[in-house]
């Protein structure tokens, strides 16, 4: 049986539908429905597709993460986003309504008939309601079959689902979702754009809801406390999480300004210092000199790697900070490197 609220609700939508002309049509589903449905002034969405940065999942989120700013944006509402870490669910909090849309996995609302879900968004994502609120699904029913017919959608379906994959991918126009951000923050480092895309798929796969198990979170993999540093409050948000990042690779390589070094060297140690923390890559370089090998070149400081790993190095004056295993720094650059060049093959400057 319809309620009597659903029944007012769908009154109106019909009355407003025949009341305007057809190219004005979709405007109204798309924007009275939406802010109508959802009554407060900020709707509070989470996206709960897993945290796993070496699946679809992972730019899926995003993908609906812009959808979610679009829909709110059209609704003319604030809007809170959170996503969902392993073992989190949030359908509870949508069931109590402390939250109005979660984003999941068709399979999991096959398996709770007290939700609600809309037609399929991204790669294989529902949004789902309380099954008390037929007005909102059908609200973002109608604002998604609007929203697909547009350019905007078009495009960001493109820049999230053309299956560019680093390795092996034939030249493209774009290597990321998000290509406008990196180039953009990359001229305030100096670099190539397509390193620091480099370093951002290094580090989360280009995934907004990457975690790692000491608090990065994440494109960047920034810890909160970095960003609290810097001023960023939604580690969540791309372009926030990029802009702590970047200011955070910009400080370590200001480090580097007065010394003999070029700009290849700059950016190594940087990044070095982004992985490892600027106190170990310090001490290697201190030992480095210490044994007479260049201090500002990346191939020689690595050579006394295997000596920072000796209980020996606890007696070493120039070392600060003690034992370093220096392993996954290692690999660290070297994964970078290998992706800025299949970046540079890929999509060519």
């Given at each position: 049986?319809?309620s009597?609220?659903?029944?007012?609700?769908l009154?109106?939508?019909?009355?407003?539908?025949?009341?305007?002309?057809a190219?004005d049509r979709?405007h109204?589903?798309?924007?009275?429905?939406s802010?109508?449905?959802?009554g407060s002034?900020?709707?509070?969405?989470a996206?709960v597709?897993g945290n796993?940065m070496?699946?679809?999942?992972?730019?899926n989120?995003?993908?609906?993460?812009?959808?979610?700013?679009?829909?709110?944006?059209t609704?003319r509402?604030d809007?809170?986003i959170?996503?969902?870490?392993?073992g989190?669910?949030?359908?509870?909090?949508?069931?109590e309504?402390?939250?109005?849309?979660a984003?999941?996995?068709?399979?999991?609302?096959?398996?709770?008939d007290?939700?609600?879900v809309s037609?399929?968004t991204g790669?294989?994502?529902?949004?789902?309601v309380?099954k008390?609120s037929?007005?909102?699904?059908?609200?973002?029913?109608s604002?998604?079959?609007?929203?697909e017919?547009?350019?905007?959608y078009?495009s960001?379906?493109?820049?999230f689902f053309n299956?560019?994959n680093?390795?092996g991918?034939?030249?493209?126009?774009h290597?990321s979702?998000?290509?406008?951000l990196?180039?953009?923050y990359a001229s305030?480092l100096?670099?190539?754009w397509r390193?620091l895309?480099?370093?951002i798929?290094q580090?989360?796969r280009?995934?907004i809801n990457?975690?790692s198990g000491?608090?990065?979170?994440?494109?960047?993999?920034?810890?909160?406390?970095?960003?609290?540093?810097y001023?960023?409050?939604?580690l969540?948000?791309?372009?926030e999480n990029?802009?702590?990042?970047?200011?955070?690779?910009?400080?370590?390589?200001?480090m580097?300004?007065?010394?003999?070094?070029?700009?290849?060297?700059?950016v190594?140690?940087?990044l070095?210092?982004?992985n490892?923390?600027e106190?170990?890559?310090?001490d290697?370089r201190?030992?480095?000199?210490?044994?007479?090998l260049?201090?500002?070149?990346w191939?020689e400081?690595?050579?006394v790697?295997?000596?920072?790993?000796?209980d020996?190095?606890?007696k070493?004056?120039c070392v600060?900070l003690?034992k370093?295993?220096?392993?996954e720094t290692i690999?660290?650059?070297n994964?970078?490197?290998e992706i800025?060049?299949?970046f540079?093959t890929?999509?060519?400057?």
């Open positions: 049986m319809v009597k609220r659903t029944r007012r609700y009154i109106a939508t019909v009355l407003a539908f025949v009341a305007v002309t190219s979709a109204v589903i798309e924007s009275s429905e802010k109508e449905s959802f002034e900020e709707i509070r969405c996206i597709l796993d070496y699946s679809s999942n992972g730019l989120t995003g993908f609906n993460y812009e959808l979610l700013n679009q829909f709110a944006k609704a509402k809007l809170s959170v996503t969902a870490r392993s989190e669910n949030y359908l509870d909090s949508l069931r309504g402390k939250v109005d849309i984003v999941i996995l068709p399979s999991e609302a096959e398996k709770d007290g939700l609600t037609i399929k790669d294989n994502s529902v949004w789902a309380r008390e037929p007005e909102k699904v059908m609200a973002i029913n604002w998604i079959r609007y929203y017919k547009t350019p905007e078009s960001t379906r493109e820049r299956a560019y680093p390795h991918k034939p030249a493209s126009s290597i979702p998000y290509d406008s990196i180039k953009k305030v100096g670099w190539d390193m895309a480099a370093v798929y580090e989360s280009f995934s990457s975690y000491r608090g990065a979170a994440g494109l960047m993999q920034v810890m909160p406390s970095t960003a609290e540093y001023g960023v409050e939604d969540t948000d791309p372009e990029i802009k702590a990042g970047t200011m955070h690779l910009d400080r370590l390589q200001k580097f300004r007065g010394e003999d070094m070029d700009a290849t060297e700059k190594l140690f940087t070095a210092s982004y490892a923390g106190g170990r890559i310090a290697c201190s030992l480095a000199q210490a044994r007479g260049d201090r500002n070149r191939e400081v690595i050579q790697i295997p000596e920072m790993r000796l020996s190095i606890l070493e004056e600060k003690g370093f295993q220096g392993h690999n660290y650059i994964s970078i490197l800025y060049r299949t540079c890929i999509c060519p400057a």
